[in-house]
């Protein structure tokens, strides 16, 4: 951020001016190298068990439009809560989605157990590309509110009890013979809220094949929700933040902060071999040619072949 930006804020913040401009100057390099060591950092020793994916969009003064922010946040094996990566993207096209998986895997962060996100066509294509044997859910929040604007208001609370039913269902066949049954019933009635409900079905389902009580967590992206929260309360006092860079770097030194406060192991030794025992069923820990791999040989990989 600009020096300017960090005094106002915090007069913003606390009603006064409270740092001189060195101070504001050191802070600003400060949160510089931060950010730096955070983006290049080594992944290969977080153990990755579930992996959430989400944007946050805000006001850029240079250009007069708003510019997202694509956060990935993960649960690790032992339960800690983890910023893993920020990137700058004005859409989550598969393009700019498969450059921040890329990412995360040249710095060494195996494939995640699961995946949540929205229904970003781009995002959900990258992940079934990159991690084709991790298991990519569906947000229930998001889809419970697409459900919600393709009923009428009258007949939503009987509807929605019925898809909570379904979501919570004991076991996968369970919830699949429940779906069936809520389709069978409301097809004629409400066709464009059944046809959301089978809208990447799979995917919708995908919560059922981990530890029950771990379905709570993986079935939303309320983590990266939870975190944009704390985010908002300090980009609201800026009308407009000068370019991507100053949003980047705002953005960073709210998150990491929550990062920090969440990062509590709190899985027990049970629920760890549970998580084990998932990478093992979908043998996320066998090698496989990632993207990065199949790519054309680059001028690195050609020089090695040759030394060779």
């Known amino acids: 951020m600009s020096q300017r930006d960090i005094e106002y804020g915090l007069e913003q913040a606390v009603g006064q001016f409270v740092l001189s401009k060195s101070a504001v100057s050191e802070i600003a390099e400060s949160l510089t190298e931060e950010y730096e060591a955070f983006r290049t950092r080594d992944l290969s020793q977080e153990q990755v068990a579930y992996l959430f994916m989400d944007t946050v969009y805000e006001p850029l003064r240079r250009w007069g439009q708003k510019t997202g922010v694509l956060c990935v946040w993960a649960i690790c094996e032992d339960g800690r809560k983890v910023l893993l990566s920020l990137s700058t ?15 995360l895997g040249k710095r060494g962060m195996c494939p995640p157990g699961t995946i949540t996100t929205d229904g970003a066509l781009g995002l959900t294509k990258a992940i079934d590309a990159m991690w084709p044997k991790s298991l990519r859910i569906r947000c229930w929040f998001h889809k419970m509110k697409n459900l919600e604007q393709r009923v009428p208001e009258q007949a939503w609370p009987a509807f929605k009890a019925l898809v909570v039913d379904l979501r919570d269902a004991p076991t996968r066949k369970k919830a699949e013979e429940r779906r069936d049954q809520i389709v069978a019933q409301y097809q004629r009635e409400f066709p464009e809220a059944c046809r959301c409900l089978l809208d990447d079905t799979d995917a919708s389902l995908n919560h059922l ?57 709190s899985f027990s030794a049970l629920e760890q071999h549970q998580i084990r025992s998932l990478r093992r069923r979908r043998k996320l820990d066998e090698h496989e040619v990632s993207l990065q791999e199949s790519q054309p040989d680059t001028p690195t990989r050609r020089s090695a072949a040759s030394a060779a």
Request: proline share 3%; glycine share 0%; net charge positive.
């Open 209 to 265: 094949e981990v530890p029950q009580r771990h379905q709570q967590y993986v079935r939303t992206s309320n983590l990266a929700e939870r975190a944009f929260v704390e985010e908002r309360r300090r980009t609201k006092v800026i009308p407009h933040l000068q370019d991507e860079r100053s949003l980047v770097q705002l953005v960073f030194a709210v998150l990491i902060r929550v990062s920090d406060r969440w990062n509590k192991k």
């Open 89 to 103: 993207t004005n859409s989550e096209s598969y393009e700019s989605c498969v450059e921040v998986l890329r990412d």
